[in-house]
């Protein structure tokens, strides 16, 4: 598998593979079936014609909003995932580590990933607070 760019001569051709409306990988022509060619071939001809906007010539507080807007939704899919993981098992209560939890959401936006420490680090804060918002959970300091 090879690293997306939207510079590639074949961008248009690419799959994006959707997990719960959440992004989770590009599939590249070579890799895809016969079927998913024709499909990526199919939305090639639809945008054509397209008035299509890279992401990197986006507003930056537009592209803010989508990298939370990703961030938030793959972490409710954490969420649902451990909820459902539990409701399996038959427990009726779950421990959550909302670091850890973060920490899975930020590394379950593909979109992001190779970014800096500093970036990451922003980004498990913003799923954390997702996370503990979504539970209804309240952190020490708030607490006293």
Not at 90 to 106: P, S
Request: aromatic share 6%; proline share 3%; with cysteine.
């Amino acid at each position: 598998m090879r690293p997306f760019s939207d510079k590639l001569t074949d961008a248009t051709r690419w799959n994006a593979n959707f997990k719960t409306g959440v992004l989770v990988g590009l599939l590249c022509p070579k890799c895809q079936t016969q079927e998913e060619f024709l499909e990526a071939e199919t939305n090639a001809a639809n945008l054509a014609d397209a008035d299509l906007v890279s992401f990197r010539s986006l507003d930056p507080t537009k592209r803010a909003e989508l990298i939370i807007e990703m961030i938030d939704k793959s972490a409710h899919t954490v969420i649902e995932k451990h909820r459902k993981k539990a409701e399996r098992t038959g427990k009726t209560r779950v421990r959550v580590d909302v670091q850890a939890w973060a920490a899975e959401a930020a590394a379950g936006v593909p979109a992001i990933q190779g970014q800096s420490e500093s970036f990451m680090a922003h980004a498990r804060e913003i799923a954390a607070e997702y996370i503990s918002g979504a539970l209804g959970l309240t952190t020490n300091a708030a607490k006293a």
